[in-house]
Every structure is written in structure tokens, then in C-alpha cells.
């Protein structure tokens, strides 16, 4: 049955292979691996019961490989990657905005995923789908543009060209400004995950909350520095690639915060 899941998932990544997804392959992975790093004893036991020997990485993905099924069983969850929310000056009104939206989004997922990994009376097979989905949902938060704005679908409709390449803005951070960098996702979180345990510390204190208003003030900084239909390359990179790193490496400390907790 487990190689049969593999396959089919290979499959899926394949079919997937030319949709616009959060991060893109590398960009989850690095997110994945780093979070890996800053996992507690107890949580690698706990994984090890849920996954084996896989790594967090090897799941990252699975979340946005299963859009492309064509059954219909996962269409419900494509809402769950991202949340939009007009501009927000301060933590009050913004986690009201949060509140206030009832649909499934990242947010309320976030939270019901975790529940559900906690809850002792979740089944194996539901925690591990539960736990694919948290890897790849915290990933998603930490992408500024998920938590971007609805008249635009988060940059989805601001076009623009990079390296010559027509493209638009939530396309951009999704996969093209962390594919420009050239690495592997493990020589990313390798170069990334330096910060001293004081400093991770500090990454990782907050609440969900706080962390989506850390993307969305990230994300108001991104609206605020790109003009529809401009055309970038290196000076593009050179403006953003602090905060491309920064949120990879958030996202990633921040994903160890949550496994640690619920595991």
C-alpha cells in the first residue's frame, strides 16, 4: 500500500509539474528541512510512529501535488493554502480580520490541523494526513503574498516580467526569486540555519497570530515595491532576497515551534 501511495504521488508531482504553487518544490523543502534541524526528542519519536524514517521534506509538497487529482476527494482543501485580508495597521484589527472570515483558509486550518494531531483519539492514518497538510500549511504562512489581498488574489493578478519571463507577483515568490538562487533545497537550509539558540528563540515566540501578521506586514512591504507590468531581474533580487531568506528561515524555525508542540 505504501509503495502504491508513493507512486501515485509521483505521479501527481509530475501532472503538477506546470501549475504556480506555494514556494514551488524547493521552497517547502527548505522550510521542511530546517524545521528538521529544531525538532525535540519526543517529536522524533512521535514522527518516526507517524512517518518512519521519512523526512519532513519528502511531505512538503504533497499538499499542492494532490490539486492535480481529478476525483474531486482533496478540491474542498485548496482554500486552506492562503488567507486574504486588506491592509491592516496594527495586530488588533488584523487578527480581527482573521476572526471574522468563517470560510476554511490557512488560518483556521492551521489551528484544526494541529487539534487534530493532538487529539488522542485521531486515528494513525488521520494524524499522518493531518501532519502532510501542517508541514506544507506553515510553509504557506510564512510566504507573504498567502496572506496577501483579495482584490488581487494575493499578486495573482499583478503581471510582471522577471528575467524577461512573463510572470506575475504571487508567481514570483512562489518559485522564481527562490529558483533564482541557485540551490538545493538542502544547501539553503544549510546556509539559512546559522541563527544562535537565543535567536531562534526569538523567531519562534509569538502565536499564529502573530505570525501571519508577520507575513502580512511582509506582504504590504512586497505591494509597496512592485509595479504592475514592470519587468525585473537582478535588481529585483537584490531589493528582496533579505526578506526571501528571512521567511524561508521563519517559516522553517517557526513549523519546528508547531511539530514540537503538538507531537
Request: charged share 25%.
Amino acid at each position: 500500500m505504501k509503495t502504491i501511495l508513493k507512486n501515485s504521488i509521483l505521479v501527481l508531482a509530475i501532472l503538477s509539474f506546470n501549475f504556480a504553487y506555494s514556494w514551488g518544490t524547493t521552497g517547502h523543502r527548505v522550510i521542511a528541512e530546517i524545521a528538521q534541524n529544531h525538532l525535540s526528542g519526543k517529536a522524533k519519536r512521535h514522527l518516526k510512529k507517524l512517518i518512519g524514517d521519512e523526512k519532513l521534506a519528502y511531505w512538503a509538497n504533497w499538499p499542492d501535488f494532490i490539486k492535480a487529482d481529478t476525483t474531486g476527494v482533496w478540491k474542498q482543501t485548496e482554500q486552506w493554502h492562503y488567507i486574504n485580508v486588506d491592509p491592516q495597521m496594527n495586530i488588533q484589527s488584523f487578527t480581527q480580520s482573521l476572526k471574522a472570515q468563517k470560510a476554511p483558509n490557512i488560518y483556521t486550518q492551521i489551528k484544526i490541523l494541529s487539534d487534530q494531531i493532538k487529539d488522542k483519539n485521531t486515528s494513525v492514518k488521520d494524524k499522518e494526513i493531518a501532519l502532510r497538510f501542517l508541514i506544507h500549511l506553515m510553509g504557506d504562512a510564512a510566504q507573504p503574498l498567502h496572506v496577501g489581498r483579495a482584490e488581487d488574489l494575493g499578486g495573482n493578478k499583478i503581471k510582471l516580467k522577471f528575467f524577461g519571463e512573463n510572470t506575475n507577483l504571487h508567481s514570483l515568490w512562489d518559485t522564481k526569486l527562490v529558483d533564482s538562487q541557485k540551490y538545493s533545497y538542502t544547501e539553503f537550509a544549510s546556509v539559512l540555519d546559522v541563527k544562535s539558540k537565543e535567536e531562534v528563540k526569538q523567531i519562534q515566540a509569538g502565536t499564529l497570530e502573530d505570525w501571519l501578521y508577520d507575513s502580512h506586514k511582509q506582504a504590504n512591504r512586497i505591494y509597496s515595491n512592485s509595479v504592475a507590468d514592470a519587468s525585473y531581474s537582478y535588481d529585483y533580487n537584490y531589493k528582496f532576497e533579505p526578506l526571501l531568506e528571512r521567511q524561508l528561515l521563519y517559516g522553517g524555525l517557526r513549523l519546528a515551534k508547531i511539530l514540537n508542540e503538538v507531537l
